[in-house]
């Protein structure tokens, strides 16, 4: 804004900050949504990949119950029983050796960046403090992070903008090489680039930037906040890679709706975050570690896993089909897992409304994608039901004229 325009009108009293379906829900079940007029939707958005294990899931409702009616918050002045738990199971059943628990993913990426940074200069290093991270990425919306982004829409009004950070072009590794100086602490990706367009790195991709960065004693971060926990029909999407991270900030699936996030570590590095030097009031809190527990007794029961494959497979065949079919209009059908983008020839926000009108509920992501992100729990039947919404959307729309 410049300083002769006079200043847009505020309605209030929510600060406007958010571009609202004209809609809003009174209770879920599963894959469904219900409005305040009770009419059924389909979730393929889940709250933007939050409600892994769907709407008002019994285990959850009856963790969070018994712990409201027991303990609410006590801070980590205290030892946490359920907090222990659960950094084991996530420690046991990944990369990591350490977890610290956040409320959100930004707080997790926060952890991560400061991690990074301290780790360097606890092993003699204060000068390696830069992070390089992609073109496209998205990190979360604090100072440090949208720096990392770096993306005009991110940082625009927001300067000075947080130094130390450095962007290449996604996924150009030879151009990752080249951005790392004798100041690179992390190079920082997510697996699969969720604002971004839904684009995941190859396994082959993530692999080589592995080897580069042991190659100049670079820490690896991952952002699995919106691919982890599942979504891929992994616990975390760098698992199809073969690779283990120095350092990955999870959120969203994790507490399935509830506000959870964590930072996870390897042991070289997570011994350095002693005390004093990081921590949160909130975090890892007993209502939170309840949810979060009993979200990892659904999703570490046996077989999960294969099943969220078999419903990513069933899934992307029928996408794959809507392409062959409609191939002038949908242009790409991409992905992993249940992480999927759909790439149409003209903008996605008047087609999400349509579907939305139609009873699905989808998300965006960039100017022209799609984005499904079902909870993991969807059924087959709920597939048969997405794509025939699909089917009823691209059956009326005409190609456009450059196109025809
Ligand atoms: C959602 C998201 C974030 C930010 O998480 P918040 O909980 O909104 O702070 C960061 N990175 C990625 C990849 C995300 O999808």
Redesign the pocket.
């Known amino acids: 804004m410049t300083e002769d325009k006079l200043p847009p009108p505020f309605l209030g009293p929510l600060m406007p900050c958010y571009n609202r379906h004209d809609i809003a829900f009174e209770r879920g079940e599963g894959v469904q949504l219900f409005d305040t007029s009770g009419r059924r939707y389909l979730d393929f958005a889940a709250g933007?990949?939050v409600n892994a294990l769907g709407h008002a899931h019994p285990h959850l409702v009856a963790a969070l119950q018994g712990q409201a009616a027991k303990l609410w918050h006590t801070s980590n002045m205290y030892h946490i029983p359920a907090q222990e738990r659960l950094a084991e199971r996530l420690v046991d059943h990944s990369f990591a050796d350490g977890v610290f628990f956040t409320n959100?993913?930004?707080?997790a990426?926060e952890c991560a960046i400061k991690l990074a940074r301290r780790y360097h200069y606890a092993t003699g290093n204060p000068g390696r403090y830069e992070v390089i991270a992609f073109h496209g990425a998205?990190?979360?919306?604090s100072l440090a992070?949208i720096a990392a982004a770096g993306k005009e829409k991110l940082v625009e009004g927001f300067g000075p903008m947080l130094t130390g950070f450095d962007q290449v072009p996604f996924f150009d590794l030879e151009a990752a090489r080249a951005a790392i100086t004798d100041q690179t602490a992390a190079i920082l990706v997510?697996p699969v680039q969720?604002?971004g367009g839904i684009v995941p790195v190859q396994p082959q991709q993530l692999k080589d930037l592995r080897a580069l960065c042991d190659q100049h004693g670079v820490l690896l971060i991952l952002?699995e906040?919106?691919c982890g926990m599942g979504r891929t029909g992994r616990l975390f999407a760098h698992e199809w890679a073969g690779i283990e991270p120095d350092i990955v900030a999870s959120?969203?699936g994790i507490g399935s709706g509830f506000p959870l996030?964590a930072c996870l570590a390897k042991a070289h590095v997570a011994c350095h975050l002693g005390v004093g030097t990081h921590g949160s009031t909130y975090g890892g809190n007993p209502l939170a570690m309840a949810v979060g527990n009993a979200v990892m007794d659904v999703m570490l029961a046996p077989g999960f896993m294969d099943d969220v494959c078999d419903r990513a497979d069933y899934l992307r065949a029928g996408l794959v089909r809507l392409k062959a079919n409609y191939g002038h209009i949908l242009r790409d059908v991409r992905g992993l897992g249940l992480m999927l983008g759909l790439e149409f020839d003209r903008p996605a926000r008047p087609l999400i409304t349509q579907l939305m009108q139609d009873g699905l509920l989808v998300a965006q992501s960039g100017e022209n994608v799609i984005r499904l992100l079902p909870p993991l729990i969807i059924t087959r039947a709920d597939i048969d039901e997405a794509l025939a919404t699909l089917t009823r959307l691209l059956d009326g729309l005409l190609p456009t004229e450059e196109t025809s």
Do not use: L, N
């Not at 998205?138 to 919306?141: A, L, P, S, T």
């Open positions: 933007i990949a959100s993913g930004v707080e990426m998205f990190h979360g919306r992070t997510e969720g604002e952002d906040i919106q959120a969203k996030g």
